[in-house]
């Protein structure tokens, strides 16, 4: 039997030891490395804090998002109220909900000189619900229209581009509600005639809740997020109200014979925004990604967000977008031909979705209520 | 003479007891101080309000939701205790141990998916373009509206209870004596007369417990509702859901789900009275 000559080899037991112990802890300190990513908190729709969104914002700053997604304002708003100051670092807000955020002192305030505001369009540039009393407190993102949704195979362009497609026999049974009572009840208003279909009076809104209940026969359902997409994919749905292309969108690309238009009536626009939470430890990052996601760059990826597509605001985005996908640009209408989207807003065919100003919120909820149990 | 309480005893009963607390009367005594809070500018405030009650009591549409369910639920313990019954009956009386252990095993599969996922699953079989239509298509026949209608829903609550409920009908079949059905042969009493005269009544804790279950399940579920029967009629499950959606009403929302605890209450009470009826030690 030989033995090793330790002296020989320099090689001795506790030589041998350490550096074993070096090599079994090197992973150990890599992944240190790692773990020292700044960790983000990010309250916000689905979608805003995947990969395709964050993955380079995350890699250039060496930033982990974390992210706490809602289903609904209210939900958001929940879940603020429920958290210590300071829980959320940056905040996702519909653009109805930016207000309620202010008054309870749930967001910072934010210095315009920090942002590409003057790349954005001139109607997104005092963006109403981003400002109070001079002070900017959330940045306008992104933002979309809701007209009506259709099944190419049952209607064409031209039949959906009017809301009282709704009410044709073909479709009795087979008209889908996205099962929230703003943006339907705002696209009744607006087939009403109201030229500000969040502000009617108590005429106005009899006449829209008499209008809605004589389209109960045709409904045959009311869903949620997924079963909105479900049953329009499977066609057990021809025709939606209360959505537009951040649904459509979604299913045209994967190959469902579903569109959205906007009819001569007019859609509504939603519209999302980015704040920072208050007391944020980390409102520099969060300032940071704001500044990111509302650049031109950072305008084209959420354009293409895989989650929901939608338009963006921000004019130089649209640039970028159109040199990256200049498809996707089309179908979203942000190309410089005219009829696109900004034209729409400027020809006054798209009103704001916001709470009802007469009425209270509350009374709206309540009718749609009733209105789905008739 | 009463047993005086041992540490050995505490030992075992505390848990459950200190679970039950923490995790059912705090959480039940928390909703209903919840339900007297207002709500302002979306903010939830503590109160002592009755406003929460008198405005949900007050609207038809919370009358309307909770007939329909009672009914949904009532119609599906009937229904699923009805075709649950021969199915325990054949897995009783009929199959060999074996064979019993095997439809035991496949009655508790269903529960290793989720139940979202079974019910999704169903949409596939029953929208218009669905398996179910494709096949009657081949014959001439339909298409059905089948989706978005009670009738889905009442698959779907099927979907959720069937395996539960024949599991407990079985539990209490197979403890029958089996010499009370030889008696009632011997005494010339048919099969079926058997059934109805002997079986029934012998098992009638474990039917009625069965059905109980059936009951609460579906009363309070949301899934089947809106993705089988597409959200109408209104249920209480999806009043609650449209409530919170309106400014954050969440002390309106636990009046519905109160409501919805008392009634359970009542029915579990009246279910066990009507199960134990004529019962003694």
């Not at chain 2, 949409?123 to 669905?130: A, C, E, R, V, W």
């Not at chain 2, 239509?133 to 209608?149: K, Q």
């Not at chain 2, 959200?231 to 409530?243: A, K, V």
Request: proline share 5%.
């Amino acid at each position: 039997m030989s033995r090793i000559d330790t002296a020989a080899t320099g090689l001795t037991r506790r030589s041998l030891l350490a550096t074993g112990a070096a090599v079994l802890a090197t992973p150990m300190l890599s992944r240190r490395a790692f773990a020292q990513a700044t960790e983000l908190t990010m309250l916000a729709w689905y979608g805003h804090a995947e990969p395709d969104i964050v993955a380079e914002f995350e890699a250039e700053n060496n930033v982990k998002f974390v992210p706490k997604y809602y289903t609904g304002g209210d939900n958001m708003l929940g879940l603020i109220s429920q958290s210590p100051p300071g829980t959320f670092d940056v905040i996702l807000s519909d653009a109805e909900y930016v207000q309620a955020l202010n008054e309870a002192g749930y967001v910072e305030e934010l210095d315009p000189n920090d942002y590409a505001l003057a790349d954005y369009f001139p109607e997104f540039q005092n963006f109403p619900g981003n400002w109070a009393d001079g002070k900017l407190f959330s940045m306008v993102t992104r933002f979309g229209f809701l007209g009506v949704a259709y099944n190419t195979d049952a209607l064409t362009e031209a039949e959906a581009a009017n809301y009282n497609v709704f009410w044709d026999p073909r479709l009795t049974g087979k008209v889908g509600h996205f099962d929230w009572h703003l943006p339907n009840l705002g696209q009744m208003s607006l087939l009403n005639g109201n030229a500000n279909p969040y502000d009617i009076d108590e005429a106005a809104w009899q006449a829209v809740k008499d209008k809605t209940m004589s389209l109960r026969p045709q409904i045959g359902g009311f869903f949620d997020y997924g079963g909105t997409f479900s049953s329009l994919n499977d066609g057990q749905m021809l025709a939606f109200c209360g959505i537009g292309d951040w649904i459509t969108g979604v299913l045209e690309k994967s190959g469902a014979k579903v569109r959205s238009v906007i009819p001569e009536q007019g859609g509504l626009q939603w519209s999302e925004c980015f704040s920072i939470g208050k007391d944020s430890a980390k409102a520099d990052l969060a300032k940071k990604w704001i500044q990111y996601i509302t650049s031109a760059k950072g305008q084209a990826k959420s354009a293409q967000m895989a989650a929901y597509p939608a338009l963006v605001p921000n004019q130089k985005g649209w640039e970028v977008l159109n040199a990256e996908n200049p498809d996707e640009a089309k179908r979203q209408g942000m190309t410089k031909e005219a009829g696109n989207v900004i034209d729409m807003i400027r020809a006054g065919r798209i009103k704001y979705r916001q709470w009802p100003v007469q009425q209270s919120l509350e009374d709206w909820n309540d009718f749609w209520s009733e209105y789905k149990g008739s | 003479m009463r047993r005086p309480i041992t540490l050995y005893g505490l030992t075992f009963s505390l848990p459950l007891l200190v679970w039950q607390i923490l995790f059912f009367v705090f959480p039940l005594l928390f909703l209903v101080a919840l339900s007297f809070w207002t709500v302002k500018n979306f903010t939830m405030r503590p109160d002592f309000d009755t406003v929460n009650w008198t405005t949900m009591y007050g609207r038809a549409v919370f009358w309307q939701a909770y007939g329909t369910t009672f009914a949904l639920a009532t119609a599906a313990s009937v229904l699923t205790s009805t075709l649950a019954f021969p199915c325990a009956y054949a897995i009783a009386f009929k199959l060999s141990d074996s064979a019993r252990r095997w439809a035991v095993f496949l009655m508790v599969i269903p529960f290793f998916t989720s139940y979202l996922v079974r019910v999704y699953s169903w949409q596939i079989f029953l929208s218009d373009n669905g398996i179910i239509n494709v096949i009657l298509g081949w014959i001439g026949l339909g298409p059905f509206p089948l989706l978005n209608t009670v009738g889905a829903t009442m698959i779907g609550y099927l979907t959720l209870s069937f395996p539960l409920v024949v599991l407990l009908q079985l539990f209490s079949l197979v403890f029958i004596d089996r010499t009370l059905i030889e008696a009632a042969h011997n005494l010339r009493c048919g099969r079926l007369r058997t059934v109805f005269a002997v079986v029934i009544p012998s098992a009638r804790v474990g039917l009625v417990i069965a059905a109980l279950f059936c009951f609460i399940l579906s009363f309070g579920d949301f899934v089947s509702p809106v993705y089988l029967g597409g959200g109408e009629p209104t249920t209480l499950s999806i009043l609650i859901t449209d409530t919170t959606k309106s400014g954050q009403q969440w002390p309106r929302a636990a009046v519905i789900a109160l409501t919805m605890i008392g009634t359970l209450m009542l029915v579990a009470f009246a279910a066990v009275k009507f199960a134990y009826k004529g019962k003694t030690r």
